[in-house]
């Protein structure tokens, strides 16, 4: 048997799945002809006829779009990772009530995602896009007129809604404009804008605040993302989630589906332990400079870029695979972090395999809870959205009482401990999802 993951490939169904990838959160897998939910057991899959919205040029331009928005949207999201000094410092906080800004955006994001996105499932996704945009933008702008803590909080809560209901929409919206042969390649374009959020966004908005205010990146993120709103009111074609091509998940089993959540739970909960907190981590453990931090995040960001390009080429193949190796590149980088963290070249080291590891699991597990989602494409988004922003609040506020009592040395330690236990549960339930697939394949052949 060939690994975990492939269903053999069918002369009428000469692509197989499709593969895309997504950063943080994150976008999905959605199977090239998936099969029906009413298709009886040993049923060949039907073909569902398909007009596409819109012509290709134009697709493709509303894709560029989507990708810079979830550019924005991420940026947003992380920027508190690397402003968290200059925020305690300016609004007279510590740096683990700071930390705590995050907390609260990944429990509203959390309790909202799924809400949302059935609440607009029926709704054509260009106007819901656009809105959606529009009000996270409000939120941005309430952050970059923020004079107090309280206002802070306002506008992440603001943005964390904006934020859940972009991720449960955008990747379905995404892959739902082109062909099924095209759907890898569509989300894969759209989640190296978020990709690039690591790259660009995380360390420009450090450096920007600390030559000028903290503010400053969200004026420019809220005033982008209003533009950027009416941008894809121009260029987007609008269609229903369930007259696009990618409708529905794969393999659908409500068990097997809980088993992959956890698992992202546990991932994102040992990420945001440590990595909330990263740049007291380099300043007092690694003995970096406060300025150095936003090279050292590109530098990480970069590496996510190449292995967010690099994991559409063979996550297709080996989906369950995937997210092992992944998790054992987290649990090294941990291991490397908490026992040589101190020495410079070893941090360095350790940021690139982060951002290697991290993109890797950030597609590889939303394409794997995408293969099993018992529901249509967007709630299973939602729902996996949801339980990662959960493993972001609680790292969060795991990582600011550990920061509080004991220091940032100690951080890696606990994630690492985390990330071992999700490998454990990969490793452990990678037979079945095996079984799975190839029962799936069999069904294809015949």
Do not use: C
């Not at 410092?89 to 009530?97: F, M, Y």
């Not at 106007?127 to 529009?134: K, N, Q, Y």
């Not at 099993?372 to 609040?393: E, K, L, Y």
């Amino acid at each position: 048997m060939r690994d975990d993951a492939t269903p053999d490939r069918s002369p009428e169904h000469p692509h197989g799945y499709a593969v895309p990838t997504p950063g943080t959160s994150a976008s999905a897998l959605v199977p090239a002809d998936p099969t029906p939910e009413s298709a009886a057991p040993g049923a060949a899959p039907s073909a569902r006829p398909w007009t596409p919205p819109a012509s290709s040029r134009r697709s493709m331009a509303a894709l560029i779009a989507l990708a810079a928005s979830a550019f924005m949207i991420v940026t947003n999201e992380i920027a508190p990772m690397g402003l968290i000094r200059l925020m305690a410092a300016d609004l007279g906080r510590t740096e683990s009530e700071i930390g705590l800004v995050t907390t609260v955006f990944a429990v509203v994001a959390m309790v909202t995602t799924v809400p949302l996105a059935l609440l607009t499932t029926r709704l054509p996704r260009r106007p819901l896009i656009v809105a959606t945009m529009t009000f996270w933008s409000a939120g941005a702008l309430v952050m970059a007129t923020a004079d107090s803590f309280t206002q802070v909080l306002g506008g992440r809560v603001i943005t964390a809604m904006g934020h859940a209901l972009f991720w449960a929409v955008v990747t379905p919206a995404a892959a739902g404009m082109f062909a099924p042969q095209m759907r890898g390649r569509s989300v894969t374009r759209l989640m190296l804008g978020a990709s690039g959020a690591g790259v660009i966004g995380l360390p420009m908005s450090t450096w920007l605040a600390q030559q000028t205010d903290w503010r400053v990146p969200f004026w420019i993120i809220g005033i982008g993302g209003l533009v950027l709103a009416v941008t894809i009111a121009v260029l987007m074609p609008s269609f229903r989630t369930e007259q696009g091509s990618a409708a529905r998940g794969d393999v659908p089993s409500l068990r097997r589906f809980i088993r992959v959540l956890l698992v992202v739970l546990l991932t994102t909960s040992s990420m945001a332990t440590t990595w909330t907190y990263i740049t007291p981590f380099f300043v007092e453990v690694s003995g970096f400079a406060e300025s150095t931090v936003p090279v050292l995040l590109a530098l990480g960001g970069a590496t996510g870029v190449v292995s967010m390009w690099l994991t559409g080429r063979f996550l297709d193949r080996w989906p369950v695979r995937a997210v092992a190796l992944g998790e054992a590149g987290l649990v090294i980088m941990w291991l490397g972090l908490a026992s040589l963290g101190q020495h410079k070249p070893v941090a360095i080291l350790m940021v690139l395999l982060q951002g290697l590891a991290w993109s890797l699991l950030v597609a590889a597990m939303l394409n794997w809870a995408l293969r099993h989602t018992p529901w249509s494409s967007d709630i299973g988004v939602g729902a996996q959205a949801s339980t990662f922003n959960a493993g972001n609040a609680v790292g969060s506020v795991l990582g600011a009482a550990m920061l509080a009592w004991w220091g940032a040395q100690w951080l890696p330690l606990a994630s690492a401990v985390m990330s071992a236990a999700a490998l454990a549960l990969v490793v452990a339930v990678a037979p079945d999802a095996t079984r799975a697939l190839a029962r799936r394949g069999v069904r294809q052949r015949r």
